[in-house]
């Protein structure tokens, strides 16, 4: 029986993207993907629950701050349920970024020893968060019931906002992920990358009060339309513009594709560097 020989040569210049690779790799994407779940809640005192915890408590926070003393308005809505519509998102793609930038140099003893598509380090760490995001995804319903909220018609969308935060965090952690192994520092701008993105995403206070000068470099913000996406589709709430929609889906689409080659660019390099 012939077994077929995979030859391996750095690229020169702009690598391809042979993305189909990542297909016949699928078991193993999935394998890194379940590993991570089981570790991150193995061994823990509240396992799951922390993915219910944070959000619950952010939501406490900002409804003090943000809602009592500040007086944010909320579409009319019950402060409480305002943010958390908001945080369970975000939570989502926070999570996947923060696991997706530093994914390669925690997995520096498999990339140094086996050949496979490098990219399944990072699509499985974006891959893995979407346990957190349904269990969380339960205290917003119990939250609805609670407020007695129904959803809209454009609940059907929900799909189509939670791929678009997910492509987003995979989008920005294939750049992270790549100079983070280059650049061991940029570990430590992770968090405050993360902060400030979260104040400039409409989670704490409606889109509405952002200056109209502002709205065009505001729509380039994919979170923006994830966030006020997920408050129409489940609480009735005002949906994003059309334009914001279009402009955050192009935005995505420009750093994904360049992130990928630039991915694949630097992933000669890795087994070197990590």
Same mark, same amino acid.
């Given at each position: 029986?012939?077994? !077929?020989?995979?030859?391996?040569?750095?690229?020169?210049?702009?690598?391809?993207?042979?993305?189909?690779? #990542?297909?016949?790799?699928?078991?193993?994407?999935?394998?890194?993907?379940?590993?991570?779940?089981?570790?991150?809640?193995?061994? $823990?005192?509240?396992?799951?629950?922390?993915?219910?915890?944070?959000?619950?408590?952010?939501?406490?926070?900002?409804?003090?701050?943000?809602?009592?003393?500040?007086?944010?308005?909320?579409?009319? #809505?019950?402060?409480?349920?305002?943010?958390?519509?908001? #945080?369970?998102?975000?939570?989502?793609?926070? $999570?996947? #970024?923060?696991?997706?930038?530093? %994914?390669?140099?925690?997995?520096?003893?498999?990339?140094?020893?086996?050949?496979?598509?490098?990219?399944?380090?990072?699509?499985? %760490?974006?891959? &893995? %968060?979407?346990?957190?995001?349904?269990?969380?995804?339960?205290?917003?319903?119990?939250?609805?019931?609670?407020?007695?909220?129904?959803?809209?018609?454009?609940?059907?969308?929900? !799909?189509?906002?939670?791929?678009?935060?997910?492509? &987003? %965090?995979? =989008? *920005?952690?294939?750049?992270?992920?790549?100079?983070?192994?280059?650049?061991?520092?940029?570990?430590?701008?992770?968090?405050?990358?993360?902060?400030?993105?979260?104040?400039? $995403?409409?989670?704490?206070? !409606? &889109?509405?009060?952002?200056?109209?000068?502002?709205?065009?470099?505001?729509?380039?913000?994919?979170? =923006?339309?994830? *966030?006020?996406?997920?408050?129409?589709?489940?609480?009735?709430?005002?949906?994003?513009? !059309?334009?914001?929609?279009?402009?955050?889906?192009?935005? *995505?689409?420009?750093?994904?594709?360049?992130?990928?080659?630039?991915?694949?660019?630097?992933?000669?390099?890795?087994?070197?560097?990590?």
């Amino acid at each position: 029986m012939d077994v !077929p020989v995979v030859r391996l040569r750095p690229s020169s210049g702009w690598a391809a993207l042979r993305l189909s690779e #990542l297909w016949r790799y699928r078991e193993l994407i999935g394998f890194l993907a379940w590993r991570d779940i089981k570790v991150r809640y193995k061994q $823990t005192v509240l396992g799951g629950a922390w993915a219910i915890i944070q959000p619950l408590f952010t939501m406490i926070v900002f409804s003090v701050f943000f809602g009592r003393l500040a007086k944010v308005p909320s579409n009319g #809505l019950p402060y409480p349920l305002f943010s958390l519509c908001a #945080l369970i998102p975000w939570q989502f793609f926070s $999570t996947a #970024l923060a696991q997706t930038s530093n %994914s390669v140099v925690t997995e520096k003893q498999l990339v140094t020893k086996v050949y496979f598509p490098r990219l399944a380090v990072p699509l499985s %760490s974006t891959l &893995s %968060s979407l346990v957190d995001l349904l269990v969380s995804f339960a205290l917003l319903l119990a939250m609805m019931a609670w407020y007695r909220v129904m959803p809209g018609p454009a609940v059907i969308l929900l !799909p189509a906002l939670v791929i678009l935060a997910l492509l &987003s %965090s995979l =989008a *920005v952690g294939l750049w992270l992920s790549a100079l983070n192994v280059r650049y061991r520092d940029f570990r430590y701008t992770v968090p405050f990358l993360i902060q400030f993105w979260l104040f400039a $995403t409409p989670v704490a206070y !409606p &889109s509405s009060l952002v200056p109209e000068r502002w709205r065009v470099l505001y729509a380039l913000n994919p979170m =923006a339309t994830v *966030v006020e996406g997920f408050r129409w589709a489940l609480l009735d709430g005002p949906g994003p513009a !059309p334009s914001m929609v279009v402009a955050s889906s192009l935005a *995505v689409a420009v750093t994904l594709v360049a992130g990928l080659y630039y991915f694949r660019r630097t992933e000669k390099l890795l087994a070197d560097l990590v």
